[in-house]
């Protein structure tokens, strides 16, 4: 048998099988895998009971006790995770797979681990560990069990009417004006017929009405003008009012997302789809389905009319469209394709502007604005390559597609005129075919159109649907609470990683008690940053728990934690807006009174009134330039405007000098007292009123205490402490 | 050709070689190493001045990892320990020959997994996930892709790697070479 990556399930349940009677009894769980040891492609299955695992892979079967296995571990490479494990003081591999069974490895691992220590590891459902639709093979998205493929079955236009439904009403005026509409073509074609016939190509033309079929026609042609000015304006006033709806609400979706989520992705493709997407949806709903409608509309009326009167004439007029509707709708999967691409260059241009200019410092340090013009040049070539090469194959298709909608006109000239000469029919009567003739034609032609904005629209549905859907990662739990806390944080065994491999932070057990100030200490990257947007409950802990006074916070209401945590941070955003704005924004609500007291406190006082604009000063973007330890003034004097119970410092002094951060220290003692604080510095000097310090390495703690404890110890502690001596020596 | 910046010589590079670094492999087919460098710190809070002079060294089971996985495979692989704290490089994987090479290339083949698509059956888009058929060197695969465009990996004009929802990688060595239809369907996310 040809190795095959995609392995029919049949060979997982030969392997299972094989693998459970090796066992001999029922496993507790089991996983697959599907590589062997050289990373070819293999049908296997693990079994494991209490006592023992058993691998199966091509024939061959392995039964391991695992009491007897020391150091189970995931080892993570590229592409694919292997099983390792040591036996006697040798190294082993038990298996390995691609990255579709990493997480059923990852799990394995954890169980084999707590089998091992001789811990329970409780009921495990069939299917928990699936990362796919066992129906179809479809990967489920991240934080769901419902397959999209399966489940979800709405197509996008199904997606769309709810959107438009509390608008109803105007809706359906407007689809009785396009009834009228057609009504009024259908008789314009018998009042030709009956001028043509009656007056004018008559041997005896009747002296009266002559006025009124004049006065007829006028009346019709206002009408067709009017019909079509109130159906815009009710369309405009419509439009606008979903536009605004769909913007709403896939801003709030983005203002929801977590912080994983929306870092996926650029901010340049977030504007896109809250702004042009939704106008694009607009679109589709005010003026594409509208359009729909009305052509389909028409063509049924008027072939219905034309088939009453002539069905011959008819059928000739209509042998053309199926053969120009079957080349559209061959065309339609290559348009969309089409402008997809267009899509994606013109995002590529937007999120490069926005890359470079939020860069601009770093471009005109480096002097590389020729660099980044010719890469603007690159991307808008791109763009502009692309929409040529879209005009150009719309323009070689259009005229084709012209000339075989002006077949049906040559047609009728030909078998009406035949007729006309014969003698059998009237002039009147072919007036009244080309009026419909062109009535028939003009929507096709329009028709022809649809395909392309119909892709376009659907595009963008897809994006902003996307967006819609996606289920935030970190979510409220069905019955948050909302309560005061005190501020007692407890890290029960805390495992985290960004990804599903790597865990960044490792059984993390910590007590922080109301009041108290927490220092942690370690190099960079080791998860200090991380721990402190788990409290914030940014990212939700993989497993483990973090409680705030016994209550777990996966189950505080997100809005309730979070306002009650102050964060002062290193780097402090200000967003546009006035000093007092921002400090403002801590606590909507608060009075001029409580803003001038937390600046006070923050020892920002001070310089704001040395501002020409005193608290009304613009800053952040085209403002008022603030040095960095104004900015973390202001920060803090929003922390403290906050009075929250939990009081978060990352680095908050950091890159000041030493005068400035003796204000600062000064402001933030105040702020510290009687709250819990989490501080992180790397200058230990910053840390040394902490209660507790705890010095991370690799993700673990690895030493915790007062600060003379640690001194004491001399582990890593004192060795930083030492380090950083030394380091102020040489400056000084 | 001499480097003009001195300010690069200030660091040294360890470079493995043949002459200062004898691979074996294990009896479970791990890689080891012993090799003439100077004395390895197990740990940064070992003391600072131990002598850099180098000494012959058993390192025991060694880690590859490409400096430049996409555009130069076949140089500059870092040789670490389990916590990645580097021992020294190889320069070129063509220093070595033989029972060393092997066990390079071997290592190499089972951390990098990544099937080479020969053909593209078809391509599904729905709600921001792509769903694709292909055939591989290996067989023919399925996978799921989310952010398409986003996780097709351009590394050079033809060579693009694109990864699945899982964290999967799958290569085409060259789009152009593709047959025609398959080209169709990659050509939207390029």
């Known amino acids: 048998m040809l190795p095959r990556l995609k392995i029919d399930r049949h060979f997982y349940d030969s392997a299972r099988l094989g693998a459970e009677q090796a066992l001999g009894c029922s496993p507790l769980f089991g996983f697959r895998f599907d590589l062997d040891r050289d990373?070819?492609?293999?049908?296997?299955?693990?079994?494991?009971?209490?006592?023992?695992?058993?691998?199966?892979?091509?024939?061959?079967?392995?039964?391991?006790?695992?009491?007897?296995?020391?150091?189970?571990?995931?080892?993570?490479y590229i592409g694919c995770a292997a099983v390792e494990y040591t036996l006697d003081g040798d190294r082993f591999e038990l298996c390995r797979s691609d990255m579709k069974n990493a997480v059923a490895l990852q799990n394995a691992v954890k169980r084999l681990r707590s089998l091992h220590e001789g811990k329970d590891i409780g009921h495990i459902r069939e299917n928990e560990d699936e990362t796919a639709c066992p129906v179809c093979g479809t990967p489920y998205r991240a934080g769901s069990k419902i397959c999209p493929n399966c489940a979800d079955r709405k197509k996008l236009l199904t997606r769309l009417f709810p959107v438009a439904k509390p608008h109803l009403v105007p809706l359906l005026v407007s689809l009785v004006l396009y009834f009228a509409g057609v009504g009024l073509s259908i008789y314009n074609g018998t009042i030709n017929r009956t001028l043509v016939d009656d007056y004018l190509?008559?041997?005896?033309?009747?002296?009266?009405?002559?006025?009124?079929?004049?006065?007829?026609?006028?009346?019709?042609?206002?009408?067709s003008a009017l019909l079509?000015?109130?159906?815009?304006?009710?369309?405009?006033?419509?439009?606008?009012?979903?536009?605004?709806?769909?913007?709403?609400?896939?801003?709030?979706k983005v203002q929801a997302m977590s912080l994983s989520g929306i870092s996926r992705r650029t901010a340049g493709e977030i504007i896109t789809r809250v702004t042009s997407d939704t106008d694009v949806m607009r679109e589709f709903l005010v003026s594409i389905l509208p359009d729909v409608l009305r052509i389909s509309l028409t063509f049924i009326g008027i072939s219905i009319a034309?088939?009453?009167?002539?069905?011959?004439?008819?059928?000739?007029?209509?042998?053309?469209?199926?053969?120009?509707?079957?080349?559209?709708?061959?065309?339609?999967?290559?348009?969309?394709?089409?402008?997809?691409?267009?899509?994606?260059?013109?995002?590529?241009?937007?999120?490069?502007?926005?890359?470079?200019?939020?860069?601009?410092?770093?471009?005109?340090?480096?002097?590389?604005?020729?660099?980044?013009?010719?890469?603007?040049?690159?991307?808008?070539?791109?763009?502009?390559?692309?929409?040529?090469?879209?005009e150009i194959t719309w323009n070689k298709i259009m005229p084709f597609a012209d000339f075989l909608l002006g077949i049906g006109e040559y047609a009728i000239l030909f078998f009406v005129g035949s007729s006309i000469i014969a003698g059998t029919s009237t002039l009147g009567e072919l007036t009244q075919f080309l009026v419909y003739v062109g009535l028939i034609y003009g929507p096709l032609r329009q028709a022809a159109f649809l395909p392309r904005r119909f892709a376009r629209a659907m595009t963008s549905a897809a994006k902003v649907f996307e967006l819609i859907d996606e289920e935030p990662d970190v979510a409220n739990s069905e019955n948050a609470v909302e309560r005061e806390m005190t501020g007692n944080i407890h890290f029960d065994k805390v495992y985290f990683g960004y990804n599903n491999y790597e865990d960044v932070l490792k059984?993390?057990?910590?007590?922080?008690?109301?009041?108290?100030?927490?220092?942690?200490?370690?190099?960079?990257?080791?998860?200090?940053?991380?721990?402190?947007?788990?409290?914030?409950?940014?990212?939700?802990?993989?497993?483990?728990?973090i409680t705030v006074d016994g209550v777990d916070i996966r189950d505080y209401d997100q809005h309730c934690l979070r306002s009650q945590i102050g964060v002062v941070l290193q780097e402090t955003y200000?967003?546009?807006?006035?000093i007092y704005s921002n400090i403002a924004y801590a606590r909507p609500g608060c009075t001029p009174d409580d803003v001038i007291r937390a600046a006070k406190l923050a020892n920002a006082h001070e310089f704001i009134m040395r501002q020409p604009d005193a608290y009304n000063t613009i800053v952040g973007e085209r403002g008022q330039t603030l040095s960095g330890g104004e900015r973390q003034r202001i920060a803090i004097a929003r922390a403290i405007l906050r009075d929250p119970k939990i009081l978060i410092l990352d680095e908050a002094t950091a890159s000041l000098d030493t005068k400035t951060e003796k204000l600062i220290q000064d402001a933030l003692e105040k702020l510290i007292s009687g709250r819990t604080t989490i501080a992180i510095a790397h200058r230990l000097s910053t840390l040394r009123n902490a209660t507790k310090l705890v010095v991370l390495e690799?993700?673990?703690?690895?030493?915790?205490?007062?600060?003379?404890?640690l001194i004491a110890n001399k582990k890593r502690y004192y060795k930083l402490v030492m380090a950083q001596r030394q380091m102020s020596k040489l400056k000084n | 050709m001499e480097s003009k910046n001195d300010f690069l010589s200030i660091v040294k590079i360890e470079y493995l070689t043949p002459e200062n670094a004898k691979f074996s492999e294990s009896v479970n087919g791990f890689p080891q190493l012993?090799?003439?460098?100077?004395?390895?710190?197990?740990?940064?809070?070992?003391?600072?001045?131990?002598?850099?002079?180098?000494?012959?060294?058993?390192?025991?089971?060694?880690?590859?990892?490409?400096?430049?996985?996409?555009?130069?495979?076949?140089?500059?692989?870092?040789?670490?320990?389990?916590?990645?704290?580097?021992?020294?490089?190889?320069?070129?994987?063509?220093?070595?020959?033989?029972?060393?090479?092997?066990?390079?290339?071997?290592?190499?083949?089972?951390?990098?997994?990544?099937?080479?698509?020969?053909?593209?059956?078809?391509?599904?888009?729905?709600?921001?996930?792509?769903?694709?058929?292909?055939?591989?060197?290996?067989?023919?695969?399925?996978?799921?892709?989310?952010?398409?465009?986003?996780?097709?990996?351009?590394?050079?004009?033809?060579?693009?790697v694109l990864t699945d929802v899982d964290g999967n990688r799958y290569e085409i060595k060259d789009v152009f070479a593709l047959d025609r239809k398959s080209y169709r369907k990659i050509e939207l996310y390029l």
């Open chain 1, 574 to 578: 200000l967003f546009k807006g006035t």
């Open chain 1, 507 to 545: 059984d993390i057990t910590l007590d922080i008690n109301k009041g108290e100030m927490v220092g942690i200490v370690g190099r960079s990257g080791v998860g200090k940053s991380t721990m402190i947007n788990l409290v914030m409950r940014l990212y939700d802990v993989r497993s483990g728990s």
């Open chain 2, 34 to 160: 012993k090799a003439f460098i100077p004395k390895v710190k197990k740990d940064d809070l070992e003391e600072e001045n131990a002598s850099s002079e180098p000494v012959w060294q058993d390192l025991g089971r060694v880690f590859f990892h490409r400096a430049f996985p996409y555009d130069n495979a076949e140089n500059f692989i870092s040789v670490t320990d389990k916590e990645g704290n580097e021992y020294g490089l190889i320069r070129s994987l063509s220093d070595f020959d033989g029972c060393g090479r092997d066990i390079i290339e071997r290592e190499l083949k089972r951390k990098y997994y990544t099937p080479v698509i020969t053909k593209i059956k078809s391509v599904k888009e729905r709600f921001g996930y792509s769903y694709w058929e292909v055939e591989t060197e290996n067989g023919s695969a399925s996978f799921a892709m989310h952010d398409t465009f986003r996780n097709t990996a351009k590394i050079s004009e033809e060579r693009v």
């Open chain 1, 201 to 223: 190509h008559t041997s005896t033309p009747k002296s009266d009405g002559f006025w009124t079929v004049i006065a007829l026609m006028v009346g019709v042609a206002l009408f």
């Open chain 1, 228 to 252: 079509p000015m109130i159906r815009g304006i009710i369309f405009a006033k419509v439009g606008n009012r979903i536009t605004v709806k769909l913007r709403q609400e896939v801003y709030q």
């Open chain 1, 306 to 390: 034309m088939f009453i009167m002539n069905w011959k004439l008819t059928l000739m007029i209509l042998i053309p469209v199926p053969l120009i509707i079957l080349m559209f709708y061959s065309l339609r999967t290559f348009m969309n394709s089409i402008y997809h691409r267009q899509w994606h260059a013109e995002e590529a241009v937007n999120s490069l502007l926005h890359d470079v200019f939020s860069g601009i410092r770093v471009v005109k340090v480096f002097g590389t604005e020729k660099y980044e013009n010719h890469r603007f040049d690159v991307a808008s070539r791109r763009v502009r390559d692309i929409s040529k090469k879209n």
């Open chain 1, 39 to 76: 990373n070819t492609p293999c049908a296997g299955f693990g079994a494991v009971s209490s006592g023992k695992v058993c691998v199966c892979c091509g024939g061959s079967v392995a039964v391991l006790e695992i009491a007897r296995m020391e150091e189970i571990e995931y080892v993570q």
């Open chain 1, 698 to 709: 690799k993700g673990q703690i690895e030493e915790m205490g007062r600060h003379e404890e």
